[in-house]
């Protein structure tokens, strides 16, 4: 079956997705936040969806409207991002985590908004944030449910990018990790990605500079292939 040149190969699927950069609250009008623009978490999305399947979308502080046919989640912290993937991905076929998620949290969250005083300020203590990616890697590991057949990361690595994102592909036990090439206006913001793809069982699977969703097409392939 053919939709527009594509073909219907994840009809019947359950894919989660999420995308955009979590919030970590300081007090009640200010965070720790990251760059991400959910772009590519929304490509991934779109082009899931155009393949036939069914999508929910977790959605990290996104401006940007929600895809058609899509059923979006939106989250702001990297706790809500867990609970919400977690939740999603019960009966899951694959996940896709693009979201950029916070590494750290501040410990405690003021109720009250921060004041300037005449004294120096207070540090802010950070705490660890769950990993959400090798979470589900360790659950499907122990057969521990929710946890879904397929499951996929993203990384922006710099340096020795391949070095980096294998280690990083073996202690998430993940299926592939989508390296980004940093740098040169590329990823944050701008519609164009350039990626390697880790798999943990196969050769990598270079993608050329190009819109995100022709990214997102490799990956739902090779997701697709993993399905079948
Ligand atoms: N991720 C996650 N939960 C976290 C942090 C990251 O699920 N608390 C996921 C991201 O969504 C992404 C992948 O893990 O798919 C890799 O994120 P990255 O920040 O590159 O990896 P980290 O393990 O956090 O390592 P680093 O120290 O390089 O930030
Ligand atoms: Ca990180």
Redesign the pocket.
């Known amino acids: 079956r053919v939709l527009a040149g594509r073909s219907l190969d994840l009809a019947g699927r359950h894919v989660v997705v999420?995308a955009g950069g979590t919030r970590e609250a300081i007090d009640p009008v200010r965070f720790i936040g990251n760059r991400s623009s959910g772009l590519q978490g929304y490509a991934l999305a779109r082009t899931a969806a155009a393949r036939g399947a069914r999508v929910t979308l977790v959605a990290a502080n996104v401006a940007l409207p929600d895809p058609a046919g899509v059923a979006v989640v939106r989250v702001e912290s990297?706790l809500q991002?867990?609970e919400a993937?977690l939740g999603a991905v019960e009966g899951a076929d694959a996940v896709?985590?693009?979201?950029?998620?916070?590494?750290f949290r501040p410990a405690a969250r003021s109720d009250s908004k921060i004041k300037k005083t005449s004294a120096e300020p207070d540090a802010i203590h950070l705490v660890?944030?769950?990993?959400?990616?090798?979470?589900?890697g360790e659950r499907r590991r122990d057969g521990a449910k929710p946890y879904p057949a397929v499951i996929?990361?993203?990384?922006?690595?710099t340096d020795d990018v391949l070095a980096?994102g294998r280690a990083?592909l073996a202690?998430?036990g993940?299926d592939l990790?989508?390296v980004n090439q940093v740098g040169e206006g590329l990823a944050f913001g701008t519609p164009d990605n350039a990626a390697v793809v880790l798999l943990a069982d196969a050769e990598p699977v270079e993608i050329p500079r190009g819109p995100k969703e022709a990214l997102a097409d490799v990956v739902w392939d090779l997701v697709a292939a993993r399905l079948a």
């Open positions: 999420s990297a991002l867990r993937v896709v985590m693009a979201a950029a998620v916070a590494d660890k944030n769950p990993d959400i990616l090798a979470e589900l996929a990361g993203f990384a922006a690595e980096n990083k202690r998430k993940c990790l989508v």
